[in-house]
């Protein structure tokens, strides 16, 4: 492992057109506004530091962002099918007023890793998943600044275990969409958050 200090970025996609409903796996462009907000956002933390390695969820609206900036920026992209968004199952797609109305606590649930779906991942499953995809990657990822384009979901995971947190606590770090959460991590000590920032573009 790598005991040289690195900076984690977890950049979240932009805003999608999701049109009220529950987007898990469906494979959802970014809106206009979506791809403003993550170019701002790669501006700023690209000024931060030089970007050395990046990954990306497979979703267009991650993956289709992260290989235009990896071209450009000549860096090694891994596209991680484990940083996909948790798979809701049947509930995928499905009205978010009809889900309050039928499951008025899911959100909660969710948050507390308690939600179970038939026929959707489960949330441990899904934690088991990113975190095994974040250990094969960084045991390939090298340089000082790491990004990773991914999912609130993902996101929070990855908070909760780096920062020794529940998920229910990590949730509560809101990063928006087209936002980042940037950390500091040196192997073997406990990871710092250094930076929270939100999208100029609305």
Same mark, same amino acid.
């Given at each position: 492992?790598?005991?040289? #200090?690195?900076?984690?970025?977890?950049?979240?996609?932009?805003?999608?057109?999701?049109?009220? +409903?529950? $987007?898990?796996? *469906?494979?959802?462009?970014? +809106?206009?506004?979506?791809?403003?907000?993550?170019?701002?956002? %790669?501006?700023?933390?690209?000024?931060?530091? #030089? /970007?050395?390695?990046?990954?990306?969820?497979? =979703?267009? *609206?991650? *993956?289709?962002?992260? $290989?235009?900036?990896? /071209?450009?920026?000549?860096?090694?992209?891994?596209?991680?099918?484990?940083?996909?968004? =948790?798979?809701?199952? #049947?509930?995928?797609?499905?009205? =978010?007023?009809?889900?309050?109305?039928?499951? #008025?606590? %899911?959100?909660?649930?969710?948050?507390?890793?308690?939600?179970?779906?038939?026929?959707?991942?489960? /949330?441990?499953?899904?934690?088991?998943?990113?975190?095994?995809?974040?250990?094969?990657?960084? @045991?390939?990822?090298?340089?000082?600044?790491?990004?990773?384009?991914?999912?609130?979901?993902?996101?929070?995971?990855?908070?909760?275990?780096?920062?020794?947190l529940s998920l229910e606590s990590a949730r509560l770090i809101n990063v928006p969409r087209?936002?980042?959460?940037?950390?500091?991590?040196?192997?073997?000590?406990?990871?710092?958050?250094? *930076?929270?920032?939100?999208? @100029?573009?609305?």
């Amino acid at each position: 492992m790598n005991m040289h #200090p690195y900076t984690l970025t977890l950049l979240r996609h932009g805003e999608i057109d999701h049109g009220g +409903t529950l $987007v898990g796996r *469906r494979d959802l462009p970014l +809106t206009d506004t979506g791809l403003l907000q993550m170019q701002e956002s %790669w501006q700023q933390l690209t000024r931060i530091a #030089p /970007v050395t390695a990046m990954a990306t969820s497979p =979703l267009a *609206r991650c *993956r289709t962002f992260s $290989v235009a900036q990896a /071209v450009t920026a000549a860096v090694p992209l891994v596209v991680e099918e484990r940083f996909a968004e =948790l798979d809701f199952g #049947p509930w995928d797609g499905r009205p =978010l007023s009809k889900l309050a109305e039928e499951a #008025p606590d %899911w959100s909660r649930r969710l948050a507390e890793g308690t939600l179970t779906v038939s026929g959707a991942e489960t /949330v441990e499953a899904f934690r088991t998943r990113v975190l095994a995809g974040f250990t094969a990657w960084m @045991c390939s990822a090298r340089g000082s600044h790491r990004v990773l384009v991914t999912h609130g979901g993902v996101i929070g995971v990855l908070l909760a275990e780096l920062l020794d947190l529940s998920l229910e606590s990590a949730r509560l770090i809101n990063v928006p969409r087209g936002g980042y959460a940037q950390l500091s991590i040196l192997s073997g000590h406990p990871a710092y958050l250094t *930076r929270l920032e939100g999208p @100029c573009a609305a």
